[in-house]
């Protein structure tokens, strides 16, 4: 029995695809109000929980062997982020679950002081390093599935709202080409105790992007850039009313003001591992837009 945290989202929706395609057994954990009909359709048992709670974590945990945690938040780092998967590591333990895998983020290693959401994943990979289970730890870069909406958006405008600096470098990695290197990494030798950096295949300038909708849609692309002070400016507004936003904002600052990106040695030590050909951003863009 695998169990699948975030199981409605970007990644957890297709690893609980690719995992039940295989004839696996799958316990989605998922909030009362989320939309899940697609997992019962699948056949995926259903966990209705709040990974605030311990108690519903302990309940989850209950007779699975494998656990993958792919949730996350935007707004409460330190509850979901970070102490719920304290407490599935813990549980795993308990539960002598055989495999851990944790969906981190490119970068966590780097220390960014003002990035919640990054420190957060910093300390959860530690602990499950030291926790005595087996586990694989997955830092992806930019998820492709992200940038559907804002494709979508370019697509009926032509707009694209790039902020800061533009010839940031990232690498893209198809959301799909992650959740089946997350299935796999149960049953991989290689990337066993193993923390891997995914990117996608090509190194992107942050203006490479609007250039591929462009490409994706026929029509030329007006780029609309300001500049990253306007970010700080709404941060330090927002401290005085919201906090949580705030500290949500801090990490959407890290990510545009920094790069992230995997090198060619690294994408070719995926594939080598993982015996696929990665998929472009433009590609994985014209299967989903039907284009």
């Known amino acids: 029995m695998f169990l699948v945290t975030g199981a409605t989202g970007g ?13 696996m057994s799958v316990r989605s954990f998922v909030r009362l109000t989320s939309h899940y009909n697609e997992l019962e359709h699948r056949n ?68 960014y002081e003002d990035a919640p959401v990054f420190k957060a994943k910093r300390a959860v990979e530690k602990y499950l ?3 005595g289970l087996n586990y694989t730890i997955l830092r992806p870069s930019g998820l492709a599935s992200n940038l559907l909406p804002l494709a979508e958006r370019f697509r009926e405008t032509g707009l694209y709202l790039l902020i800061g600096d533009y010839k940031n ?36 300038t942050r203006e490479d992007i609007p250039r591929i909708f462009g490409r994706v849609f026929n029509k030329e692309p007006i780029i609309i850039n300001p500049p990253l002070f306007l970010v700080d400016g709404l941060r330090g507004a927002l ?21 992230f990106f995997c090198n060619s040695e690294e994408i070719a030590n995926l594939e080598m591992i993982f015996r696929f050909k990665l998929e472009t951003l433009e590609n994985f863009l014209r299967r989903y837009l039907a284009v």
Do not use: W
């Not at 600052?253 to 790069?259: G, I, K, P």
């Open 169 to 204: 470098r990232t690498s893209i990695v198809s959301t799909d080409d992650l959740a089946r290197m997350i299935v796999d990494s149960v049953t991989i030798p290689a990337v066993r105790n193993q923390i891997l950096p995914v990117g996608g295949p090509e190194i992107l």
């Open 44 to 111: 995926s048992d259903i966990f209705i929980g709040d990974l605030r709670q311990e108690g519903d974590i302990q309940k989850a945990c209950r007779g699975v062997e494998y656990i993958i945690s792919t949730h996350g938040s935007a707004s409460d780092t330190l509850a979901v982020d970070y102490r719920a998967n304290i407490e599935l590591i813990d549980q795993a333990k308990a539960n002598g679950v055989q495999h851990f895998v944790f969906i981190s983020v490119l970068g966590a290693d780097r220390g």
């Open 11 to 23: 990644i957890g929706r297709r690893v609980v695809r690719l995992l039940r395609a295989q004839e």
């Open 129 to 131: 390093q030291t926790s």
């Open 239 to 259: 401290g005085l009313f919201n906090p949580q936003a705030q500290n949500a904002l801090g990490t959407f600052r890290t990510l545009l003001a920094n790069e």
